[in-house]
């Protein structure tokens, strides 16, 4: 079954770190795309960071030196290091496989999402 | 950055109705152009992409059209399930998401 299980959310302090995991089953993290999504409280979604098959990456200009994706080939697992966190980085982040169509790539497969929390 | 605008922000329909809901951007996106429907609690689920290919499972009851700035995602014969938010998202330059648009029982 294709599936992805996201953890390692939880509460934090601002200025702190934590890193989500993303533990996927039924397809291969390294010959896909996968991106991180994440929505705020009683908010909109909001594409987080990329990372391609060929390893590049890319992020939100929100994140965009803070955050950092990557991804484990021999656990099969997507990872979001965030640090410097702030309270405007509390949200559930899901992960999500982006797959790569004709005139677009798409969010395919999503999990079940992990909530951080950032409050003083 | 690419903005993208769905209207309405919400709409109350029922059962058996008919539901459209737009998403304009903010500059030519050609057919880049995804929709996603979520319901309270639980993940987006991915319904068209490239604008009007229904995704494998989806019912056929789903369509998108549009191409260029101007989108539009149909639910013809609207079920209980179908009641939730509807999310539209470009990937031509980065990825960015509507502002979602709530469709609740009238």
């Known amino acids: 079954e294709v599936q992805l299980v996201e953890s390692g959310g939880g509460l934090m302090h601002p200025g702190g770190s934590l890193r989500l995991s993303c533990a996927a089953s039924g397809f291969s993290v390294s010959s896909n795309y996968m991106s991180w999504v994440r929505q705020a409280p009683g908010k909109g979604l909001n594409w987080v960071s990329i990372?391609?098959?060929?390893?590049?990456?890319y992020y939100a200009d929100s994140v965009e030196g803070r955050f950092t994706i990557s991804r484990d080939i021999s656990r099969n697992t997507l990872y979001l290091q965030m640090n410097s966190l702030r309270v405007e980085d509390t949200a559930v982040y899901y992960c999500?496989?982006?797959?790569?169509?004709?005139?677009?790539?798409?969010?395919?497969?999503w999990g079940q999402g992990t909530k951080v929390t950032v409050s003083s | 950055d690419i903005q993208l605008t769905q209207s309405p922000s919400s709409l109350s329909a029922s059962v058996g109705d008919r539901v459209t809901i737009t998403c304009r951007a903010s500059q030519n996106i050609n057919s880049f152009l995804n929709w996603y429907q979520q319901t309270p609690g639980k993940a987006p689920e991915l319904l068209i992409h490239s604008a009007s290919t229904l995704q494998s499972g989806v019912p056929s009851r789903f369509s998108g059209s549009g191409s260029g700035t101007d989108f539009t995602l149909t639910i013809n014969n609207l079920q209980p399930e179908d009641f939730a938010t509807y999310y539209c998202q470009q990937s031509h330059t980065s990825r960015t998401f509507g502002q979602g648009t709530q469709v609740e029982i009238k």
């Open positions: 999500a496989r982006t797959t790569v169509t004709s005139s677009s790539d798409v969010f395919d497969i």
């Open positions: 990372i391609y098959y060929t390893g590049n990456t």
